[in-house]
């Protein structure tokens, strides 16, 4: 019983404060990041039916020329 009256009690309202503002802070530079972040970071979903068309040898081909006459032409890719 004694050592419980003699224990300093420590301020709750400014740790309070201070809780509530380093949350605010951490959900705003979460956000943004989120945010900041371009389109293009996330790649777009490309649904298949899972089998290739009749011509699809013929355009993978056609499309293989393409790029072997012109490297530009994939842009790096």
């Known amino acids: 019983m004694e050592l419980r009256q003699e224990i300093r009690r420590v301020p709750t309202g400014p740790v309070v404060?201070?809780?509530?503002?380093?949350?605010?802070l951490a959900l705003g530079l979460t956000s943004w990041f989120v945010f900041a972040g371009s389109p293009a970071t996330h790649p777009a979903v490309v649904t298949t039916s899972g089998f290739p068309g009749p011509d699809a040898r013929?355009?993978?081909?056609?499309?293989?020329?393409?790029?072997?006459?012109?490297?530009?032409?994939?842009h790096g890719h």
């Open 17 to 24: 404060v201070l809780m509530a503002c380093l949350a605010v």
């Open 58 to 74: 013929d355009r993978n081909q056609q499309i293989q020329v393409s790029h072997e006459k012109d490297p530009e032409a994939t």
